[in-house]
């Protein structure tokens, strides 16, 4: 299964951007860039995923390097509720031949500074 | 929908004692997945079940360890016995199709004393 390596920690100010960043440099071509983040006591929730272009959605932007060994997940106003462990996967598409077996490590813990 | 549900939240058994877990995902989805969650390991696969068939159980630590999922509404982890490193928080998730996002449920907080 494919790895990825992200920051154990970051900070960031309340209503400022946050670049939260993931290194796959053995990501292969028919792996999806998953996001997802956990809030304390709560499972882990989906945030974005996208495969080559860069995407956007409500509740964060997903920006993939042209190369596809990086990306930065994008909280425009970091709020205190945006405060949560966050995790960089891959996930095998639907052209990898079945196999899905994704461990989500330990993750980036954000703390968000009022 | 619900979501996907676990039951129980909470469990708190004796070492020696045989524990289930209970899970049932979003109905339509054809993956399963049961991680496990410790400060040390973080998010750990166990098993995951495409279609109601277990496809790799190789996260699975011993054979104290099983899982079954009977129809697409319904899976179960089961641990026999129960021992105090097992003590953790078992996550379910269920995913409709292989590039799309996982739904987690709020997973239940396993205690082996």
């Known amino acids: 299964d494919a790895k990825t390596t992200q920051p154990n920690s970051m900070e960031s100010n309340e209503e400022e951007p946050v670049h939260l960043p993931c290194n796959h440099s053995?990501?292969?071509?028919?792996?999806?860039i998953h996001w997802y983040r956990q809030l304390p006591s709560q499972g882990p929730e989906y945030v974005i995923h996208?495969?080559?272009s860069n995407v956007n959605n409500r509740m964060a932007s997903l920006a993939i390097a042209e190369d596809r060994k990086s990306s930065t997940l994008i909280l425009h106003r970091a709020t205190l509720r945006d405060a949560a462990v966050y995790y960089c996967?891959?996930?095998?598409?639907?052209?990898?031949?079945?196999?899905?077996?994704?461990?989500f490590g330990i993750g980036t813990k954000l703390q968000v500074i009022p | 929908d619900a979501g996907v549900i676990q039951s129980p939240r909470h469990e708190v058994t004796e070492m020696g004692q045989e524990v289930t877990l209970r899970c049932k995902p979003i109905?339509?989805?054809?993956?399963l997945f049961w991680y496990r969650q410790t400060m040390m390991r973080g998010l750990e696969l166990l098993i995951y079940?495409?279609?109601?068939?277990?496809?790799?159980d190789s996260g699975m630590p011993e054979d104290r360890f099983s899982a079954k999922m009977p129809n697409a509404s319904f899976s179960t982890l089961k641990i026999q016995p129960s021992e105090p490193r097992d003590s953790a928080v078992y996550f379910c998730?269920?995913?409709?199709?292989?590039?799309?996002?996982?739904?987690f449920g709020s997973g239940t907080r396993l205690t082996v004393v």
């Open positions: 998730a269920s995913s409709l199709a292989r590039a799309k996002g996982y739904t």
């Open positions: 053995t990501i292969s071509g028919t792996d999806y």
């Open positions: 996208g495969l080559t």
């Open positions: 996967i891959l996930r095998p598409g639907p052209l990898s031949g079945g196999y899905q077996k994704v461990t």
């Open positions: 109905s339509g989805h054809d993956y």
């Open positions: 079940f495409n279609n109601n068939v277990p496809i790799d």
